[in-house]
């Protein structure tokens, strides 16, 4: 019996060793057909974005220390300029796909005829963009600036905001001496003495402003709502469409994110703008909102800058409609909900 047994073994194993090839054959075939199943691995794609360093940037902000560019396979190259408009100048040269400026620099391109368009807002804010006034002028009110040395960046919400402050005082422009210079250069010349005010906006208007010896008195309007954006150049951002949904999503993902935690709004403002007291982060949160949309407040405060810019001289292509600069089809792909248009048509400033 033993031999028979000895046989019987043998012939498993030889048996094993013939079948092996097909065996291993048949796992190869396996292992490819299960390959070929998996999805495609997701391209990273490349988005240029250029900005100011501000607080109203901050879902950009939140979204980069979060990953969610990288988690929406998006390589966001960021560019700070000194302005917004310096950053949408840029875009729409061609330099970038996108930039995050205030409203008036879009109005502008808009009145000029160029052909940019706005994606989304970022956020919101009344009583952060005013006039620092400094200590040993004597001004108390808008009707004190006449005949004063007012620096104030052009073509920004600086010359916006300056304009609503004299018109609350009954003041035309023709009637103070502008000085213009970039944000930092104001707040340096004002230190200096050299002028009586400056037109300035967040963070630069609350660091030159405060309770401190010393420090500039601050002078807001009342009616002034800053709002910031992303804008770009339509025919560029067209052919950049995959890219600007990642970007928006990843953006709408910092907007819950900071929806569910809160605390996360102050830590990233303290982390970016560590010269920024608690006073200056719970000022700025006092008077702002950072959320996507598109609103009829937004149109409207286009319709407003674009009016005020021709009764100051400058000219308008009459080809521009200010709701066709506004463009929903991305956002209200991704959230619906975030775009509350009304189509309203726009009959040509005379």
């Given at each position: 019996?033993a031999?028979?047994k ?14 092996a ?10 292992f490819?057909t299960l390959a070929?199943?998996?999805?495609p691995?997701?391209?990273e ?9 501000l ?10 220390d ?8 998006l390589?966001l ?11 949408l100048?840029?875009a729409?040269?061609g ?8 409203s ?12 940019v368009?706005?994606l989304?807002?970022?956020h919101?804010a ?5 006039l ?12 004190d600036l ?12 600086s ?7 004299l ?13 213009p210079?970039q944000?930092?250069e104001?707040?340096?010349a004002?230190?200096?003495g050299?002028l ?5 906006w ?21 009616v ?27 953006l ?16 990233t403002?303290r ?7 608690e ?11 950072f ?15 674009a ?19 506004v ?10 909900g975030s ?10 400033l005379?």
């Amino acid at each position: 019996m033993a031999p028979r047994k000895a046989t019987y073994a043998g012939a498993l194993v030889h048996e094993a060793r013939q079948s092996a090839p097909a065996l291993r054959h048949g796992l190869r075939l396996l292992f490819l057909t299960l390959a070929a199943c998996r999805p495609p691995a997701v391209p990273e794609l490349t988005f240029r974005l250029g900005y100011p360093e501000l607080p109203s940037t901050l879902l950009i902000y939140v979204a980069q220390d979060a990953q969610l560019f990288e988690a929406e396979h998006l390589r966001l190259e960021g560019t700070v300029y000194p302005t917004g408009r310096q950053a949408l100048n840029a875009a729409m040269a061609g330099e970038l796909d996108a930039a995050v400026p205030y409203s008036t620099p879009v109005v502008l391109a808009a009145m000029h005829g160029e052909d940019v368009v706005v994606l989304t807002t970022l956020h919101r804010a009344d009583g952060l963009t005013g006039l620092a006034i400094h200590p040993a002028t004597g001004i108390r009110t808008a009707a004190d600036l006449r005949g004063r040395r007012i620096g104030v960046t052009p073509g920004t919400s600086s010359q916006l905001a300056l304009d609503v402050v004299l018109a609350e005082g009954g003041l035309e422009a023709s009637e103070i001496q502008q000085v213009p210079g970039q944000p930092k250069e104001l707040v340096a010349a004002l230190d200096r003495g050299t002028l009586d005010a400056a037109s300035l906006w967040v963070p630069n208007l609350l660091l030159a402003t405060g309770a401190g010896p010393g420090k500039a008195r601050l002078l807001t309007a009342e009616v002034y709502t800053e709002m910031s954006m992303v804008a770009g150049q339509r025919a560029h951002l067209d052919t950049k469409r995959t890219e600007a949904t990642r970007f928006l999503r990843a953006l709408l993902r910092a907007q819950s994110l900071i929806h569910q935690r809160p605390e996360l709004v102050p830590a990233t403002l303290r982390g970016r703008f560590p010269e920024l007291g608690e006073s200056d982060l719970a000022t700025i949160l006092a008077h702002s909102r950072f959320e996507l949309g598109l609103s009829n407040l937004l149109l409207s405060s286009l319709r407003q800058e674009a009016a005020w810019l021709e009764q100051r001289g400058e000219p308008r292509d009459q080809r521009v409609r200010l709701r066709n600069v506004v463009s929903p089809a991305l956002l209200e792909e991704l959230a619906p909900g975030s775009v509350t248009l009304l189509n309203i048509p726009e009959r040509p400033l005379r």
